[in-house]
C-alpha cells in the first residue's frame, strides 16, 4: 500500500498505481528546483483548482505593448560594445566605492565585477568583516569619544550605516544587497556582475617607451553567453590581483622586496630576513572562514577523508575554541603556490584545514566545548590578501610613515626584539596630492601560513600615527589612463601590509573614483594629473565635500556660502561651539601617540585642527543659525552629523561577540529629526522637514519633500511612454523595435531613420507631449516622403542626433535655443539620487552638453544574412521603436499631463526650475536624536545652483 500525499492525489487520475509510477513521483521533486506540479507540493497542501487548467497555465498571456520572444541564440558569444567615461574592474570594496564616487560626480560608468555578489571579501561570499585605520585605536567603548575619530566616512561609511539598520539580523547576503541597492540607483552606472575582465586593447606610445593608452576592456559572461568591449576614457583597476594593469602592460611585481631596494627596517625583520637579504616571490595567504552555532543537543561531526588532521601541538601559535561561532583568520594558505595561477589549489587546501580544524575541536577530546556546535556555514571562495602590486607614479614606503620600528602590537615570539621609540614620534609625510589616509598596523604575515605551525602566524607593527595615500601611488605611470584602488597599488610590501585592509582600500576606491571622473570631465590625462596642482586640489575639496576625510585638508571651496557666515545657536557646550559648523574638519583626530595603550595615536596636531570640530548643544530641541553675507539664493544645503566614529562599525556576522562595545543599529550621537528654514523677506520659511535620520551625510537639493523620505521611492506611474511615442529603456540586442538603419546622406539634406524593414520612421510631434519633459514628443510614424530628416555622425564619446532642419525655440530653454536635439525625458526633468527605471519618453530639446544628450550607434550582428541595422545608445539606455498599430494612430492623442519621473512629481520639477528664494539666513532645528539627549552637527554648507555641480575652481 501507499500512503497518499496531496502530491500523488493531485497526480492520480483513477486507477492503480504501479511501482514505476510511485518511484519517479518521489524522485522527481529531488532532482528538480523547487517547480513542481503545484504551489502546495512543499508546504503539503492539496492543488487549488487554480492548478487544474493545464492548458491556461502554459498560455503566454500578453499585455498592452508586449510581444512574444522573437529570436534565440545558439553557440557563441553575443558580442556588445559600450562606450562610457569610467571603467572599473572589481566589485569588492575599492570597485564599489570607486564606480559610485566616479558617477555620482558626474561620469557615465561601467563596473565589471567577476562574482555573482558584491563586496569582494566582505560580500557574502566570503564574509570577512571589513577594518581599516582604526585598528586598535577605537580603544575600549567610549574612551576615545570625541577625542579621535579614526572611522572612514564617505561611501563606506555610508553603506555600513544602512546595514547597521537594514540588516539588523546581521544577515550575509543583505549586506551585499545594501550595496546593490546604492548601484540601482543610479542611472548613468551599468553593473555587470558574473562578468570577468578576461583582456584589453592598447594603443602605444607615440615615441618607444612613451606610455600607452588602453582603448577599451575585453569582458565575458560565459553564463549568458555575452561578450562586452567596453570603450572608456578612464580605466580603474580594482580587481586585487591586478588583472587589468597586467594585461595592458602596467609594471608589477609580486612578492616582497629586499632591505636594501627601500631601506625599510622592516624589510630584514622576522618572515623578511631571507639568505641574501634580498627580494623573493613569498605572498601572504588566502584564509577561508565556518560558521557555527550552539544547538539544543550535542551535535556530531564526522570530517571527509581528505580533511587535514590536527593535533594539539599545531596549535600552539594560533589558538582555538571549540564554541567560537566564526572561524579563524589564521586559516591562511599561500606556500608553495603562486596565489594566482594556483588560486583553485590554495582554495581547496584552505578548506581541506578548516574542515580539519573542526574535526579536531570537534573530535579530538581536547575541547568539550564544542559539543552542541554544530556548522551553519563553510566558505568555498577564499578571502585572498595578496596578489600582483603595481609600480605606479610613486612608491611609498615604511620611511614615509616611520622609520624605526616603534611598537610590535605583540610580545615575543610573535615580534622580535625592538629598538628604542624615537622621542618624539616620526611625523608620517604629508603628500601634497594625498587624498586617502590608512592606520591599521604593518600587518605582516608567515609566507608559509598553515605549513608552518611550529612559527608564529604573524606579526604586527604599529605606526605613532594615521597616515596619507598620495594620489601618485594610485595612477599608473606606464599607461596614460589607469588608476589602481585597493591592495594592488604602489606600496611596498611592508605598507602593503597596513593599506589592504578593506576600508582602507574603500578610500582609495573613492579617492580614484572622483579622480577619474574629474579627469573625463575636463579632459585631462590621469597621467598628467601630477602636473595639475589645480587639478588635485578640485579633486581634494570634492572628496572633502563627500565627507572623504583627508589628513590636514580642509573646506576652502570658495561656492559654500556657509564658510562666510556668522553662526550662532540657542545653545552650545563649551567643546562645541556653534562656529564649528564651519570649521572645515568634520571629526576629532588630534591625538598624542600613546605607545602604552599599543594602539597608535591620531593626527599629529601639526596636521589638523584640534577639538570636537562640530556644534554641541545644551539640550533638545536646540538650533543653529548661519547668517550669510548677503541674500544667497540657495539651491543646496549639506549636513554632516555625528555617528560615533571612535567607535568600531563593520558589519559582521558575529557583530555582537567582536564588537561588545558598539552599536548595530542608528547610531547613538546621529541626529534623527530636524528641519531646515531659511529667513526669506524677514520671516522664516519650511525647507525641508526630515524625520528618521541615520546617516552621516544629508545633501538636501531644494525645495525639499514636506516630509522625510520614503524608504524606497515608487515606480513611475504608467504608462511612462505615450502610445505611439519613441521610448529610451534598457538595451536589448535581440529586439528588433531596437534595430535602426539610416537612408541618406547626411551631409546633404541629412537621413531617415526607419525601423528594420522600413516600416516606421523617426520623427516628431509638437501636440504630444513627452511624459515628464517639456513637450516635442518624438515618435515614430510609418514611412513617408514627408518622414523628418536628421542629422547624425558618429564619434567617440557620441554625437547629438538633431533634426536636420533647426526646430522652434523649445519650451522653457533658457537661452532660447532651437529644440532639435533627441533627448530621454528622465535625465531632462531631474537629477539626483532618485531611482530611475526605464523605459523613459523621449523628446526634442535644445542641443547642450550634459547627460543622456550624445548617443552613439553600436552595429549588431545576431546570427542573420543583414546586419540587423543599429541600436541608437545613450549611456546605457537604447532607442526603442512603438508597436506599429500604436504608431499609426498617433495623431490621435492629446497632449499628456507631467508624470512622475525618477519619483518626483510635476510639482516637484516645477519647483526645481523655479529660481530659488534669496535667503538671508539658514537654520537647521534639531528635535530628536537616535540615543543622546543634546543635538550635535559636525558641518553645514550652503550653495546656490553653481555650486550644486561637482569639483570646484580654485
Known sequence: RVAMNPMMRCMMAGGEWSALLVVLVSTVPLLTSGAGWCDGIERGEACGPEHSNAVDAQTLHLDAGEQPRDSIWGSGLIEETVEVDVFVAGGGSAGTSAALAAVRTGATVVLANGRPVLGGNSGSEVRLAMVGACGTRSGVGDINALKLECREGGIVEEYQLDNAVNNPDLVPELFSLELLTLMKAEPNLTLFQNTWLVGVTRSDGEAPGAPGTITSAILEDQGSQRRYIVKAKVYIDATGDGRLGAEAGAEWIQGREGFAQYNESLAKLGFYRTANDGPDHETEGTSLDYMAEAKPSPSLYRPPFWATKFNASQFQYRGVTGDRPYGYWWNEISWPYNTITDGENVTQEALADILGIWSYLKNSGDH?????????????????????????????????????????????????????????????????????????????HNPKGMRDPSHPPFTSHKMPFMYSTPLRSLISKDLTNLFFAGRLASFSHVVYGSQRVMKTCATMGQAVGTAAAYATNHGVDPITLKDHPEAIWSIQQQLVRDDAFIIGLYNADPRDHARNATVTASSEQANGTAANVISGQTRAVVTADDASIGSGGGVPSSQAKNGTNRWISEGLPASVTLALAGPVPVKQVQLIFDTGMHRKLAFSVVFPTNNPDSFWGPQAETVRDYYLEGEVDGQWVMLCNVTDNYQRRRVHTLPCPAVGPSPAPPPPVKPSVAPGSVAATLCNVTSPAQRWVFQGDPDHGGVT??????????????????????????????????????????????????????????TGSSAGQSCECVHPVACTACHGTDIYTPPTSVELWECIEGTHMKWSSLQVNDGHQDAGGVLLMTDGLCLQAPTADDARSVGSFSPAPPQRVQAKTAEDIAALRAPAPLVSKVRVTVTATNGISHARINEIRIYDASGVAPFPQQ
Not at 603628500?431 to 586617502?436: G, K, L, N, Q
Not at 558618429?794 to 525655440?809: E, M, N, W
Open 753 to 810: 531613420l526607419s525601423t528594420r524593414g522600413g516600416a516606421l520612421c523617426l520623427g516628431f510631434n509638437e501636440s504630444i507631449s513627452a511624459y515628464g519633459g517639456h513637450g516635442n514628443s518624438v515618435i515614430a510614424s510609418p514611412c513617408g516622403p514627408l518622414s523628418t530628416r536628421w542629422n547624425y555622425t558618429a564619434a567617440p564619446g557620441g554625437s547629438f542626433l538633431r533634426t536636420a532642419i533647426p526646430h522652434k525655440s523649445c
Open 368 to 444: 568539550p566545548e564544542s559539543a552542541n556546535m554544530g556548522l551553519t556555514w563553510v566558505g568555498n571562495v577564499g578571502c585572498k590578501r595578496e596578489g600582483r602590486r603595481f609600480v605606479g607614479q610613486y612608491v611609498q614606503t615604511q620611511n614615509d610613515v616611520m622609520a624605526v620600528d616603534k611598537l610590535c602590537v605583540r610580545k615575543p615570539p610573535y615580534c622580535p626584539a625592538n629598538p628604542p621609540p624615537p622621542s618624539p614620534a616620526q611625523e608620517p609625510d604629508l603628500y601634497w596630492d594625498r587624498v586617502a589616509y590608512a592606520g591599521w598596523p604593518f600587518d605582516l
